[in-house]
């Protein structure tokens, strides 16, 4: 039995961050995971040069059952002071659009950063080690592994959501949380693609790899200006994935195609200029021509000139255009997904150090709670700050 004062489960961001700071404060701190090396979801994320934080992330860029609940983790524990960390390190790190931050280099750069903290805090890590059973003793918890026992004092979750599945994601986290009593809320597959049913699929698919700048509206309300891109399989891009979050099936999501351009107006005005032009060929200069080819052979754009249109005609095209509905079959799931939504009950746990309230020593952190960040580096961010927090704590 291999005894220390605090066992973390998962060598992710928010585990390794909570360990390094565990080990600072003195603790013997053990990190297990049971894949290969740590931090594998680090290390693909952001097209492997990780977005690691978002220089703009505040409470509102998240999704949780009590919106009251990150404030207090994201204050103690800020942007700044990630970047701060990473800075004492000498990563060299570029900033990009709406505030995200990447690694010029490589996503290892982060990983290796969070390691030597580890390193130096003292923390040991043990891969390839599959949880098996998880117990409550009078002074902790014992763990059983496929390869060897624990006895912890603390006990401290961070194995991630079910996204990714290659890289080995489980429900472990939502497992234990449900042997020991606490809610786990239903889990879906967040910040992904969407496909589309079979009729719109064949009409979109040669579009794959085509974008267009547009403003994307769930049915709550909730819209993202951004890019959508065709895929063979549906709809992707970064306003996509960041309405993927909002959207329930069965719903349609609305398009703005062009939200930086009055359509009826830019008509009216073509009409007195240039009324011989076919609509085809002026659509085709502000949208990518084999999407309103597309269009006009389905009959959503009629095959005339300008002049030809009638004002009832110039509204329906006008709607149509900055409110294409669309009603997606269904999502890729979480095979692509970056990140799950729902997970533990936030009520379940301190908003200062993620303790769970109705069991002493036992923390949940990072993406197996039921916080959602946006798209952009925020769920990063919150592996931080969470990691932090129950690392002050456990």
Not at 188 to 208: C, G, I, N, W, Y
Not at 256 to 266: I, K, R, S, T, V
Not at 280 to 308: C, H, W, Y
Request: proline share 3%; net charge negative; hydrophobic share 40%.
């Amino acid at each position: 039995m291999v005894q220390v004062d605090v066992l973390v489960i998962g060598a992710g961001a928010a585990g390794l961050m909570c360990a390094a700071q565990a080990g600072y404060r003195g603790r013997s701190v053990t990190v297990i995971d049971m894949g290969k090396k740590p931090g594998r979801k680090i290390l693909i994320s952001g097209g492997g040069r990780c977005n690691f934080t978002n220089e703009n992330a505040s409470p509102e860029n998240y999704l949780c059952s009590n919106p009251h609940f990150v404030k207090s983790c994201l204050s103690r524990y800020t942007q700044h002071d990630f970047i701060e960390l990473v800075e004492r390190h000498g990563l060299v790190y570029h900033h990009k659009t709406l505030g995200q931050l990447f690694c010029d280099n490589s996503a290892q750069d982060i990983v290796d950063i969070l390691l030597a903290e580890c390193e130096w805090a003292g923390v040991t890590i043990q891969l390839r080690q599959e949880v098996l059973s998880v117990e409550k003793t009078e002074v902790g918890f014992t763990v059983i592994t496929s390869e060897a026992s624990y006895s912890c004092e603390s006990l401290v979750v961070a194995s991630g959501g079910l996204t990714m599945p290659k890289l080995g994601a489980t429900p472990i986290g939502y497992k234990i949380a449900e042997q020991f009593g606490l809610e786990v809320l239903p889990t879906m597959a967040a910040l992904v693609p969407f496909t589309l049913h079979q009729h719109d699929k064949v009409r979109f698919e040669a579009l794959s790899g085509i974008s267009v700048p547009s403003i994307v509206t769930a049915e709550d309300g909730t819209q993202f200006k951004e890019n959508i891109l065709f895929t063979h399989r549906g709809l992707s891009g970064p306003a996509i994935l960041q309405i993927s979050s909002f959207w329930r099936a069965g719903q349609a999501v609305s398009i703005n195609l062009l939200p930086e351009l009055e359509l009826a107006g830019e008509i009216h005005t073509q009409r007195q200029s240039n009324g011989q032009k076919s609509l085809k060929n002026m659509l085709g200069s502000l949208l990518p021509k084999r999407f309103i080819e597309i269009l006009v052979t389905g009959g959503d754009i009629p095959d005339k000139a300008i002049n030809q249109l009638s004002h009832t005609e110039i509204e329906r095209l006008s709607d149509f255009i900055h409110n294409w509905k669309i009603k997606p079959n269904g999502t890729e799931g979480y095979r692509t997904a970056e990140v799950t939504l729902g997970g533990v009950n936030s009520a379940e746990l301190s908003s200062k150090t993620f303790e769970a309230n109705k069991v002493k020593g036992l923390f949940f952190i990072g993406e197996v709670t039921e916080v959602t960040g946006w798209l952009g580096g925020y769920n990063f961010q919150f592996a931080w700050s969470s990691g932090w927090a129950a690392g002050q704590a456990c």
